[in-house]
C-alpha cells in the first residue's frame, strides 16, 4: 500500500551518476532542444499551418522518462513538443514530417499542424486530441500486454490541466485494482492554456492524489533529466514486476506560449530573454565534460537544421489520402 | 448477393435458442478459436451481465479475459481501443447503448478515427456490444435507439441483429472484423428463440440484406425488433390483396443499399420503419438515397416510420405508443401503396 503522502526524490548526488547516462541524456535533450528552436524560428519567421505546442524548457523530463523505457515499452505522448517521440527513437525526419504535412511524416502526410505521431515497432501509439483520453487507451494497451505474455510497460505523458479529466480518475482506480503495468508521467508546468495549477487543484501536488487512488505518489524535479530518470525507472521495475501503476509528477515549466504564437496577456510569470531557468542542459552539464556537451549541441543545432530543410523540400501527399485508412 | 445468402444456410446442427444465447454462442465459439479475443464489461463475470448474455464465460475462460469494470464505461470503451491497438481483440459490454455517449470520444474519436489520424499503422479491431431500444419500464436514459450516430461518425461500422441466427453470425462477423464494430443488441429480443446453425464457421457477413419477404406492392426496410412487427403488419396486407417486400438490412455500415435499390427498382414505392426517433434517424439517409437514386422510378415519396420527437416516457403503455406498433405499420402501408 502506497503511503499517504507523495515521496519527494533527492536529486541524484554528483558522485554517483553513470557518466554514459548522463551524456545519452545530454544526447536527447540537445536534439529536443535544437528541433524546439528551430521550430520556433521558422514558425516566428514564416507561419505554420497548425498549432505547435513549444516543449521548450520541458524537455528534462520528455528526455529522462523515456530513456527509463524499453523500445517495446508502449508509450502514450502528450502534446507539448515532439522530445517524448525522438527520444524513443523516431526519427527527426517522420517527426517534422508530420508537423508540416510530408509524405516522410509518421502519418504519411495525412498529420500535420498538431502532433499525432505514431511509431507501433517502437511502441508510440499516440496522443489524444481530447486531452485526457490516453489515460484509458494506456489502461488498454497495458492490459494487451499483459494479455500476449510479454513484460511489457505502458507509459502516458499527460499536463497538469489533463490530470482533471474524469477519465484520470476511471483509469487510476481500474489500473489499481487491476495492477496494471502503467507509470503515468505528470508534466506540471503549472498551466493549462490560461489556467493556473493553483486554479484547478486544491491541493499543491497532483501526485498528492496517488494515495487515493493505492499507487505510489513520487515528486521529482522536471528539469533533472536523471532525477526524472531514477524515478521512472524505480516506477517501470515496479510495473514491469506486477505490482501496478505509479503517479510520477515531474515540476517543471512551460517556458513558452501554450502553441507558438500566444501572446500570454493572461500570464503574470513571463520570462524575459532567452533564459530558460533551471536549463536542463544545464543542469545535465554538472555530469558531462564540456567539449562533449558543446559538441553534442553543435552534433544537434546541425542535425534540426539539415532535417526541416530536407522537410520543407519533401513531397505532400496527393489529396486522395483524404479517402484513405479510414477502414482496415 | 443470393450466393452469400445460401452460405448462411444450416451446417450440419441447428440448435432452437434464444437470442442472448446466440450471442453468447458466438463469443464463446470465438474466445476459443482465438486467444486474443477478451471481455469487459460491468457485470460480465461472476453475474454473466445483467442481460445473462456472458454467462458461463468467467468459468470457461478465467478472470483475465473476462473482466468485471468497475462504473466506467468511459475506461470499458477506451481501454477496449488501446487493447485493439496493441494486439488483442476486446468485446466491451456496455449495459445500456445510451451509456455510448459517456463514451462519445472513445467510440466517435478514438475507435472511429485513430487508424485514419495515423495513416493506417494502427488498427482497432474492438467489439462494443450495447443493448438498444425498448425494454419496458426502464426509462428515457435507459431506452434509447442510437445507431444513427454509428452512421454519422465515419470509422465504425454499425450492426442490428433482428433474428437469433443473424446475432450469432454477425457477431463472429464482428469479431472477425480488423474494424471497430458497435454491435445492436435489442433488449428486447433477447429472449426470442429461433433456429441457430452450430458450425463454428457460420458467419453473416456484413453489407448484405436479408429480404424476409418478398412483394410488388411496397418495399419496406426495417431494421432491429421493427423487422417482426413489419412482417406481422405485411401479413395484414397480403390478406388484404397487397404483397409487401421487407428488408432487413442487418448492418446500417456497410449499408446494402444494391438489395434496397433494387427491390424499390420492382415495386416503385419505399418505406422505412425503424425504432429510433423519426427526425435524422437512419430512416432520413435511407430514403434520401432513395430519392436521389430512383427519383423517375418512384410512384410515390419514401415515407418513414420511427420514434415521435420525445424522450421515452418511463411508463411501459406509454412507451409503446412511441415507436411504431402493427397497426401503425400496417396503416401507413396501406396508406403509401393507395398513393
Ligand atoms: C478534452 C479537451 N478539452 C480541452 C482541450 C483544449 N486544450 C488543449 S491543450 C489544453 C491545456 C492542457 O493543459 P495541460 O494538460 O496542463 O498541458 P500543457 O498544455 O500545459 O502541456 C486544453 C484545454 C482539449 N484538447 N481536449
Ligand atoms: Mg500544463
Known sequence: MASSAP??????????????????????VARIRAAELVLQRHITEHGFGGFWHPGLGQEGVQAGAVAALRTDDYMFIAHRGLGYALAKGMSLESLFGDLFAR????????????????????????????????????????????MLGTDRVCAIFFGDGASSRGTWHESALQASVWKLPIVWICENNGWAVSAR??????????????????????????????????????????????????????????????????????????????????????????????????????DARHEAESVLATVLEAPRADPSIIYKDVWS | ???????????????????????????????????????????????????????????????????????????IVGAAAGAAMTGTIPIAELQFADFMLI??????GKLAKWRYMHGGKLSLPAVVRVPTGLLGGVGAEHSQSLEVLGMHFPGVKVVLPSTPADAKGLLKSAIRDPN????????????????????????????VAAVRRRGDALTVIATGMMVDRTLAAAEVLAREGHEVEVIDPRTLVPLDMDTILESVQRT??????????????????????????????????????????????????LEQLCIPQVPGI???MRGLIAL
Open chain 2, 1 to 75: 448477393m443470393t450466393e452469400q445468402r445460401t452460405q448462411e444456410s444450416p451446417g450440419d446442427g441447428v440448435s432452437t435458442i434464444n437470442y442472448a444465447l446466440a450471442i453468447n454462442h458466438a463469443m464463446a465459439e470465438e474466445m476459443r478459436r482465438d486467444s486474443r479475443v477478451w471481455i469487459l464489461g460491468q457485470d460480465v463475470g461472476r453475474m454473466g451481465g445483467v442481460f445473462g448474455v456472458t454467462r458461463g464465460l468467467l468459468d470457461e475462460f478465467g478472470p483475465l479475459r473476462v473482466r468485471d469494470t468497475a462504473i466506467n464505461e468511459t475506461f
Open chain 2, 103 to 108: 463514451a462519445g470520444d472513445e467510440i466517435f
Open chain 1, 7 to 28: 515521496r519527494k526524490r533527492a536529486a541524484p548526488v554528483k558522485t554517483e551518476v553513470d557518466a554514459t547516462r548522463a551524456t545519452d541524456l545530454y544526447r536527447t
Open chain 2, 180 to 207: 471497430p464494430v458497435l454491435f445492436f443488441e435489442h433488449k428486447g429480443l433477447y429472449r426470442v428463440k429461433g433456429e441457430v446453425p452450430d458450425d463454428p464457421e457460420f458467419l453473416v457477413p456484413f453489407g
Open chain 2, 330 to 332: 400496417a396503416e401507413a
Open chain 1, 103 to 146: 509524405t516522410v511524416g509518421s502519418t504519411g502526410g495525412k498529420g500535420g499542424g498538431t502532433v499525432h505521431f505514431v511509431d507501433p515497432e517502437r511502441g508510440v501509439l499516440g496522443q489524444g486530441g481530447a486531452i485526457g483520453s490516453s489515460f484509458v487507451l494506456g489502461a488498454g494497451a497495458a492490459i494487451s500486454g499483459q
Open chain 1, 197 to 298: 495549477i493553483s486554479e484547478q487543484s486544491p491541493t499543491e501536488n497532483i501526485a498528492d492524489r496517488a494515495s487515493a487512488y493505492g499507487v505510489p505518489g513520487v515528486i521529482v524535479d522536471g528539469q533533472d533529466a536523471i532525477a526524472v530518470f531514477d524515478a521512472v525507472t524505480e516506477a517501470v521495475d515496479r510495473a514491469r514486476a506486477g505490482h501496478g501503476p505509479t503517479l510520477i509528477e515531474a515540476k517543471t515549466m512551460r517556458i513558452r506560449g501554450h502553441y507558438e504564437g500566444d501572446r500570454q496577456k493572461y500570464r503574470d510569470d513571463l520570462l524575459v530573454g532567452d533564459e530558460i531557468p533551471r536549463d536542463p542542459l544545464g543542469i545535465l552539464r554538472e555530469h558531462v565534460p564540456a567539449s562533449v556537451a558543446d559538441q553534442l549541441d553543435d
Open chain 2, 268 to 317: 416503385g414505392r419505399a418505406m422505412i420503419v425503424h425504432e429510433a426517433v423519426r427526425t435524422a434517424g437512419a430512416g432520413a439517409e435511407i430514403a434520401s438515397r432513395i430519392h436521389e437514386e430512383l427519383f423517375f422510378a418512384l410512384d410515390a415519396p419514401v415515407w418513414r416510420l420511427g420514434a415521435s420527437d420525445t424522450p421515452i416516457p418511463q411508463d411501459p403503455e
